[in-house]
């Protein structure tokens, strides 16, 4: 079960007597929620919550405060509302056998922010004792309540109020699917049925029943009612002996989904998700099967025995359709994705039938489309000119939607239709389909006919011809019971009959030969769930396609491990349940409600969406992709999203009793229902995605990426390319809407050069960003499936494939149009593939699937970000649904918002973001640095109660310097300002490293370089500990820097040396692997200068390359326990094979520098060599020294060496060689016994097998040896 906390309890009981408690609450004047007041101030305050019985009270007293500290970033500037009374309470609300309250406190006074209240907390009233029936709401108390310790804590599992309804396959499992495509009367053997699996052996007949629910799309609303299923009346033939054999059949009148429907009007149906009508058999001796009655139509049936009318002729409708795209509005803009269109062509050429048409009749026409009126008037030349058999139509009337003609040129058979649609340049004209109706003989093809015949009070002599054969005559006013007319006349081929017609409803009927049916295009027997009701209290449900099942697996038990509820549920059952065997999203809703609803409390809260989706239902651009899990598109909303599913009210609204209220910590969490999707496509998908969650959830993730936060903002090049807000929205959202404890990458375009069209470094900057690390990427600007930003800035195709960053995945927020866009059926969308991609990636995508605004956009992401950061205890998930609800309710009564709707989650309903879990308090933290002036700084892990966690760990400290204040100016095609606008980035990094945390003390030293901006007051300490299960965070901000400097003695550059793994004795032009890292150790006394300011920085030529010069200044991490040395990795990766110059300048932070000077040669070659086998010296007296480089690990090297004539004379064994430089062996000239070889040229051949396995390689040289 999902429960909402509005805040993480700040409070500390100090003692505890009875019902009486000492309270201390702390104040985080960064997490203080707001309120604005009618006259624009703003109320800052902090809740606190108290539990109290249901007959009791409670009283606060001896409030006393503590110090005061200054005001924080989040209120200066700030029309701040000042209070008179600091404690405030809110009416109760009631919560599962308890009263809460919720406290406001408000601790902003006129000369800072009071940073503790205590109280004496009084309570009255027994608590009772009985079970609350919710055993995960104890999470959410503990976490919300300051008396959490006095209320009892027992549970039981409690039944929901709603009585659940029977479903369908309530009374058997064992069902047979029967699939028809077309309306008529069709045959259905015992051999057929027991080929599907089914044994039919022994069945009595009466036994037999079918069933269906009218073949109708679901109704959208809820409020609508849904299809009843019904059993089908059948004819059924099985010898007379009451048994249905084998060779035994039934018949029954099947309907098509896409049909003319016929009651007191005419309406013509179609199906938008399934082709196939699907009836049900059972057999059952529960009751006798419904069959199909008769009626006499002889002339003796009709009343008073004589006729009124003769009828032979009836009004006949045809509709001609074909889907075959969408439309597509100005720079393919698609608006609306269930309605299908046939043609987006200017002319249409095609055929139609009018068999049975009385000549000359005048036949009524619709065409229906979208078009364009070019002449600003309905007249001959606007819309749509349609022509019959090359003669133009008669009585136009058009607009916008199509136009109604007629015509009375039409023949019996095939005619010709010529259309001429109108268009501008820009939109294409798009044409849906064509009805028309013509006055027809009621004329039999192949001795079959179904007809209608008009709402008419009369008794009626009814001729249908040509028939050969005496007809099976069915009254089909009632599809699902279908009435054999009997009492027909054969004369000739002349078939007559007489019935009574009713005057409110048209009489619809079907004649066929007996013994000729239709054949069902699929049987398929099934054992069916009934998914109505439950025993089982389920916190979440998994829905997905039965192929997913096994390989959901692993994922729920470890979901249920952790004491969550799960049960898988198929798509196949919920659409056998609910849609009655028709693939239809409604279904899944219908079922998710029914859920939500019926089935044991606490409630169904969530449910998981596994598996990819399109658009395209019916295959109509073929595709032949699987729509696992259907987006939920439908005729009502132009968005795709998985909303809709959790829509258990009024449509829009995620609070199906609008109770909602947000004024207080009410613990009814809005929304019914959160909703998470994972789109993927296959097993290795899913065991992908599970694996990310998994690891995510470790231990073994920690790292002070937990404490990054990266910001993306695109930049003003847009539709007017004045598009500044982009960057106003991010300032507002990083300055408003994130804690200071986290650190701020910030990436604007617009501080990036073009090049070609393309802003390349912001690919690599955010790509870094992904592989460094950060706990949330968040993008705003613009945006499609494939790439951030017009500028094509973050591209799937390009870098996507460059993140390699398993262990530290960030959630990805991109306040964009269509990053989510995952039912695409012609391309994966960045969403989708993020989430998928096998470790590396993020671990999840909160983003749109369609268009959305840049406005409503920026609204959604600060609420998300105050959700996220400020309201402890949401997952992920819970986070993006509490930011919607209270968007909905923002105006006091809940209001849908398209723009939300289109925003899903792609990740796991249960994750949570991995925020640091304790804090970092500092005991001795300075209030301003000086330049060269060594700062100490002490500091402890502490619990939410302020208690020290006493265990050991390592701290990474990041030192900023105060941030930078830029102005852009927005220019004109002219070059001309046309608007300046403030916004800031990080200040220049200070010092970067890692100390020991002993028993959860710390300290740590650094020294302010020279750089340092002399007058700033923003100076940060920022921090991070990973200890032994657990992490924490914390920072001190607001530091002074002053304009003093402190003496050193220092005039030495840096010492700078160069290491390779797998290298040990690298010496300059030594040969190594582009996948070798090059480890620049740098030391100083007086610390690395990393500010950079004046170039006093860590830089890299590669080549002599000065333009391209590399910053090492964010590379370099201190040694821990030591500000005076540390080093960079740098990867050889992108360097092309081949000899290299590297240039590294290095400062410290006295300003004083050192230049380090060194070659490399890059091997290209993946195999192992063996590279520069020599020997020296050569001709050798006394001996001599072989020298070679391996390319690659060796488990083992052999020297051997040898006459000319091939004897072997001598031989050298190394084991398990690292690749690096070798000179160690060293030969004297002997031979294998001891003795001195004569004078003669000999033969060296060096056999090297790899580490991995492979073939082994061998190099070869001569040695002339001299006595």
Not at 480 to 504: H, K, R
Not at 626 to 653: K, M, Q, R, W
Not at 1094 to 1123: C, M, P, R, W
Request: proline share 4%; with cysteine.
């Amino acid at each position: 079960m999902f429960l909402t906390v509005a805040i993480q309890v700040n409070a500390k009981v100090i003692s505890n007597s009875g019902n009486s408690s000492t309270v201390k609450i702390s104040i985080d004047g960064q997490r203080l929620k707001t309120f604005t007041n009618p006259n624009g101030t703003v109320s800052f305050y902090q809740a606190e919550n108290i539990a109290v019985p249901l007959d009791g009270d409670f009283s606060v007293t001896n409030v006393t405060t503590g110090s005061l500290g200054s005001y924080t970033k989040n209120l200066i500037n700030q029309p701040v509302a000042l209070e008179s009374e600091i404690l405030k309470y809110s009416k109760p609300v009631y919560v599962k056998g308890l009263k809460i309250y919720t406290l406001f406190i408000f601790p902003v006074v006129s000369d800072g922010v009071i940073e503790t209240v205590q109280f004496d907390l009084s309570i009255t009233g027994s608590f009772d004792n009985s079970s609350r029936g919710d055993s995960k709401l104890d999470g959410m108390l503990e976490k919300s309540i300051i008396n959490y310790s006095l209320i009892p804590k027992k549970y039981n599992s409690l039944k929901s109020s709603a009585l659940a309804a029977a479903g369908p396959f309530e009374s058997t499992e064992d069902w047979i699917k029967l699939s028809v495509n077309q309306n008529g009367v069709y045959r259905v053997t015992g051999a057929q049925l027991d080929a599907s699996g089914y044994s039919v052996t022994g069945q009595a007949s009466s036994n037999l029943h079918l069933y269906n629910a009218g073949g109708k799309a679901l109704e959208v609303y809820n409020n609508e009612p849904r299809p009843e299923f019904n059993e089908v009346a059948i004819i059924i033939e099985d010898g007379g002996d009451g048994i249905f054999n084998t060779n035994d059949y039934f018949l029954f009148y099947g309907e098509s989904l896409s049909r003319y429907v016929y009651d007191s009007t005419v309406q013509y149906v179609r199906h938008a998700y399934a082709d196939n009508n699907i009836y049900w058999v059972s057999f059952s001796n529960l009751s006798s099967g419904h069959r199909m009655t008769t009626r006499d139509v002889s002339l003796n049936g009709v009343v008073g025995g004589s006729v009124d009318t003769t009828i032979s002729r009836f009004e006949k409708r045809v509709h001609v359709e074909q889907d075959n795209m969408l439309r597509a509005l100005v720079n393919n803009e698609i608006d609306d994705y269930y309605t299908w269109f046939w043609s987006n062509q200017t002319e249409m050429n095609f055929f139609v039938d009018a068999s049975g048409i009385v000549p000359n009749d005048t036949v009524d026409i619709t065409l229906v489309g979208k078009t364009i009126d070019t002449t600003g008037s309905i007249d001959e030349i606007g819309y749509i000119d349609l022509y019959i058999n090359s003669v133009k139509g008669i009585n136009k009337n058009c607009n916008l939607s199509g136009c109604t003609y007629q015509a009375t040129n039409f023949i019996n058979g095939s005619n010709s239709v010529l259309m001429e649609l109108t268009f501008n340049n820009s939109i294409n004209p798009y044409f849906d389909y064509m009805e028309y109706s013509y006055e027809s003989y009621i004329q039999a093809s192949l001795n079959k006919i179904e007809f209608a015949l008009e709402p008419v009070t009369a008794a009626a002599e009814i001729l249908l011809q040509p028939f050969s054969v005496e007809p099976l005559l069915l009254d089909i006013s009632d599809p699902q019971n279908p009435v054999i007319l009997e009492g027909g006349n054969l004369t000739g081929n002349v078939f007559t009959f007489y019935d009574q017609l009713s005057g409110i409803e048209y009489g619809h009927y079907s004649a066929s030969q007996k013994n000729v049916n239709l054949s069902v295009s699929n049987i398929a027997y099934t054992t069916t769930k009934d998914l109505y009701t439950s025993s089982e209290q389920i916190d979440c449900f998994v829905v997905a396609p039965q192929i997913f099942e096994n390989s959901m697996l692993e994922y729920i038990n470890y979901r249920e491990n952790q004491g969550n509820s799960l049960e898988f549920v198929s798509i196949e059952d919920i659409m056998d349940n609910f849609s009655f065997g028709l693939y239809d999203p409604t279904a899944i809703r219908d079922f998710l409600k029914n859920a939500y609803e019926t089935y044991p409390t606490p409630r169904p809260s969530a449910v998981l969406f596994v598996g990819d989706a399109n658009y395209d239902f019916k295959n109509y651009l073929s595709t032949n992709l699987p729509n696992y899990v259907p987006a939920y598109i439908h005729e009502y909303d132009h968005t795709s999203s998985d909303d809709n599913y959790v829509y258990f009210g009024s449509f829009g609204l995620l609070d199906s009793d609008t109770t909602y209220d947000t004024s207080q910590a009410s613990f009814d969490i809005g929304y019914d229902m959160v909703s998470s999707r994972w789109p993927v496509r296959s097993s290795s998908e899913i065991a992908a995605v599970t694996a990310k969650f998994q690891e995510y959830e470790s231990s073994a993730d920690f790292g002070i990426w937990r404490n990054n936060i990266t910001i993306v903002a695109d930049d003003e090049y847009g539709s007017n390319n004045a598009e500044y807000f982009h960057t106003t929205q991010a300032e507002t959202l990083e300055n408003s809407h994130l804690p200071l404890v986290f650190n701020r990458d910030k990436i604007y375009l617009w501080e990036y050069p073009f090049v070609s069209g393309e802003k390349p470094d912001v690919n690599d900057a955010i790509v870094k960003s992904f592989n460094s690390g950060s706990l949330l990427v968040n993008y705003i600007g613009h945006g499609n499936p494939n790439v951030w930003a017009h500028e094509n800035v973050f591209s799937v195709s390009d870098d996507l494939p460059r993140l390699q960053n398993e262990q530290n995945l960030p959630l990805v927020v991109a306040a964009s149009c269509a990053i989510g866009f995952f039912d695409d059926p012609f391309r994966e969308g960045m969403a989708e593939r993020l989430l998928a991609m096998d470790a590396s990636g993020c671990i999840g995508v909160i983003s749109a699937t369609r268009l959305v605004y840049s406005s409503d956009n920026s609204l959604f992401n600060r609420k998300l970000f105050d959700k996220l950061f400020y309201d402890d205890g949401l997952t992920i998930c819970e986070a993006v649904y509490a930011a919607k609800i209270e968007r909905q309710y923002n105006g006091g009564t809940p209001t849908p918002i398209t723009n939300d709707r289109n925003y899903l989650y792609f990740g796991d309903p249960f994750t949570k973001l991995a925020i640091p879990y304790y804090d970092i308090q500092f005991t001795n933290a300075p209030d301003s640095f000086n330049a060269l002036g060594k700062v100490t700084v002490s500091g402890e892990i502490i619990d939410a109660n302020s208690n020290k966690v006493v265990q050991d760990g390592t701290l990474f400290v990041k030192v900023l310097d105060s941030e930078r204040e830029k102005t852009y100016q927005l220019k004109d095609a002219n070059g001309l300002v046309i608007r300046e606008v403030d916004y800031s980035i990080n200040g220049p990094v200070i010092y970067n490293g890692s100390v020991s945390v002993t028993g959860g003390d710390f300290t740590f030293e650094f020294i302010p370089p020279l750089d340092i901006g002399f007058g700033g007051n923003g100076a940060k300490i920022s921090a991070y500990a990973s200890l032994n299960n657990i992490d924490a965070s914390g920072y001190v901000d607001s530091i002074a820097v002053a304009d003093s400097i402190y003496t050193t003695s220092d005039s030495l550059g840096p010492e700078i040396s160069i290491h390779f793994d797998g290298h040990p004795n690298f010496v300059s032009g030594d040969i190594v692997s582009k996948t070798d890292i090059a480890r620049i150790q740098i030391s100083d006394e007086s610390g690395i200068n990393l500010a950079g300011g004046l170039g006093h920085g860590l830089s890299l030529v590669i080549d002599n390359q000065t333009e391209t010069a590399v910053n090492l200044n964010n590379l370099f991490e201190s040694d821990k326990d030591s500000y005076q040395s540390g080093a960079v990795e740098y990867a050889l990766s992108d360097l092309s094979g081949g000899s290299h110059n590297f240039k590294i300048k290095a400062w410290d932070n006295a300003n004083n520098f050192t230049t380090y000077e060194f070659d490399l040669n890059i091997n290209t070659n993946t195999d192992l060599e063996i590279v520069d086998l020599l020997n020296y010296p050569n001709p050798m007296q006394s001996s001599t020294r072989f020298s070679f480089t391996l390319t690659q690990a060796v488990e083992k090297f052999v020297l051997d060496i040898f006459t000319l004539s091939g004897k072997k004379i001598n031989s050298f064994v190394r084991e398990s060689l690292e690749p690096t430089y070798y000179d160690d062996i060293v030969w004297n000239g002997q031979d294998l016994d001891g003795d001195r070889v004569a004078t003669e040229v000999y033969i060296y051949k060096a056999t090297a097998h790899p580490s991995n396995g492979g073939k082994a390689v061998e190099s070869f040289g001569k040695i002339i040896l001299i006595n």
